[in-house]
């Protein structure tokens, strides 16, 4: 459906020429929601704008739904843009008209009389959950009800695809999640093709089927959305993945961490389940094999795209001499581990 192939895009400064894209290849699936993540600065926005020429990109070729972008004529651009519908961060709306007339503006400049935008915009009202705002203005409503105007005005021309320009870095985590669920409502009720780029694992996790990270201009690293939580293959990706499910310790025993062991302290360690070890007994393993006693001071396990991780913060009490044993035996079984510190034994109480 969408093809990105070796797109380049350099801009010319004062100071030289700057490359925001190397060469670039990327295949997304018809019905798929493609997410692209990256640090600012990685890119995205520029591969996103690329999508549809609101950024020409200097080579390469961007086709979609068969048709080469990079190749028509200005007029046929402009109809082939009708056919690809894009929601940014901060909504666009025009404030003088209410939300059933902002959903109608493009299909008044498509030419549409009257009757058929009723027959497009009410359906879309409906679909966005906006039936009861349609004479309400902008300046009434909540972010998360202006975002949904937004979808439904990128709807509203019947796009084959949509593109999100960080749709939800505006919103509250909880209004996120109800925009993530209606993207993915559209695209099954649709069928249409997301390509959303995004800052947040959150998002990820929440809405795509397939992720690729930018850095630099660069793509690293592209795949399945259960395998890149599962199975990252660069440092970038750890990082991110780290950053969505890690786990701090109470502020209350972390002022009694100690950097190295000392008479009387215990280890604590941060396990991480990253490769489907997220279900076996390794309390019951360590404790078995290492004669450790184990307090579990904080643990998460979670579910994506029928893939296991997690991540578990635990104290061990015992010959301490046994430790590096212990997390030579759980890196062999596929777990990630990193020593936190040393506590005393009077701050945490292990059977």
């Keep these: 459906m969408i093809t990105f192939s070796e797109v ?22 018809s019905g798929e929601i493609f997410g692209i993540i990256g640090k600012s600065g990685a890119g995205k926005s520029t591969l996103i704008r690329c999508a549809n020429l609101l ?33 940014f961060q901060h909504f666009n709306l025009l ?25 497009k915009v ?3 009202l409906e679909l966005t959950g906006l039936s009861d705002k349609k004479l309400a203005y902008p300046a009434e409503l909540s972010g998360g009800q202006k975002q949904r105007v937004a979808i439904a005005r990128a709807l509203a021309c019947d796009p084959h695809v949509l593109l999100s320009d960080e749709a ?14 209606l993207l993915k409502n ?3 009720t649709l069928k249409v093709t997301i390509l959303l780029i995004t800052h947040e694992m959150s998002v990820i996790k929440a809405c795509c089927d397939r992720v690729a990270i930018l850095q630099e201009g660069r793509l690293i690293e592209e795949n399945e959305v259960g395998e890149f939580f599962t199975h990252p293959k660069t440092a970038i990706a ?34 991480w389940f990253l490769h489907g070890t997220a279900t076996q007994p390794i309390i019951s393993q360590l404790s078995h094999q290492f004669q450790f006693n184990i307090n579990i001071l904080q643990a998460n396990v979670e579910y994506i ?17 046994k430790v590096p044993s212990a997390i030579d035996y759980l890196k062999k079984i596929g777990i990630e581990v990193e020593v936190m510190g040393y506590v005393p034994s009077n701050i945490i109480s292990c059977p």
């Design 8 to 29: 380049c895009k350099n801009y010319n400064t004062p100071s030289g020429p700057i490359s925001a894209l190397h060469p670039i290849s990327l295949q997304i699936e």
């Design 186 to 188: 559209i695209r099954d």
């Design 305 to 321: 795209k029928n893939h296991v991780m997690g991540i578990m913060l635990v104290a061990l009490k015992g010959d301490n001499t």
């Design 122 to 124: 009410i359906p879309l």
């Design 238 to 271: 750890k990082h991110f993945i780290a950053s969505s499910i890690l786990q701090h310790l109470p502020s209350a025993l972390e002022k009694h961490v100690l950097a190295g062991e000392q008479p009387g302290t215990h280890p604590i360690l941060r396990l």
């Design 95 to 119: 404030s003088s008209r209410n939300v059933y007339n902002n959903i109608a503006f493009p299909l008044e400049l498509c030419g549409f009389n009257q009757k058929e935008i009723e027959a």
């Design 55 to 87: 950024e020409k990109p200097t080579s390469g070729r961007i086709i979609i739904a068969n048709e080469d972008l990079t190749s028509l004529s200005m007029p046929a651009l402009r109809a082939a843009r009708r056919k690809i519908g894009m929601i």
């Design 168 to 181: 939800t870095s505006a919103l509250d985590p909880e209004t996120t999640l109800t925009i993530l669920q």
